[in-house]
């Protein structure tokens, strides 16, 4: 009856660590830090990880695609590469809004995305549309 009842206490003691545990190591989609996870400490490059139609399914990447990299700079520019070439330009963060607000360099219009989740190495942009881009740390 004694060790039954050790037995237990050793059980109900690992379920409980396993809670915490499991509680404190969560996901972190859903999560937006601040503004400084986008870039680091002067500048972040970010690859993507999958992209998901606005129905959520997934969409296949092209090696194009997979090629394609995106650096924010603390200073508000950014630089997109891909093998068909690069793209600069300057962005905005609103960290009240949860957006990203990005105008290429000679362009007169910008493009505004709902940041879903921002930490330290990973980054979902969600376009007006319902398309998401989810992107992590390279």
């Known amino acids: 009856m004694k060790t039954q009842s050790i037995t237990l206490r050793y059980l109900a ?16 989609e859903g999560k937006v ?31 194009a695609q997979e090629d394609e990299r995106i650096t924010f700079f603390a200073n508000g520019q950014y630089n997109m590469t891909s093998p068909a070439g690069a793209v600069n330009g300057k962005y905005a963060f609103d960290q009240t809004a949860k957006t990203i607000t990005m105008t290429p360099e000679g362009a007169a219009e910008s493009s505004t995305f709902n940041v879903v989740t921002l930490t330290d190495d990973k980054l979902t942009l969600k376009s007006p549309a319902g398309a ?7």
């Open 13 to 28: 003691s690992l379920l409980m660590l396993l809670a915490i545990f499991t509680t404190s190591c969560g996901s972190k």
């Open 33 to 63: 830090e601040g503004v400084n996870m986008l870039y680091g400490k002067d500048s972040k490059i970010w690859k993507t990880d999958k992209e998901l139609d606005a129905t959520g399914d997934k969409v296949k990447q092209t090696d």
């Open 132 to 138: 998401e881009l989810r992107l992590e740390k390279e």
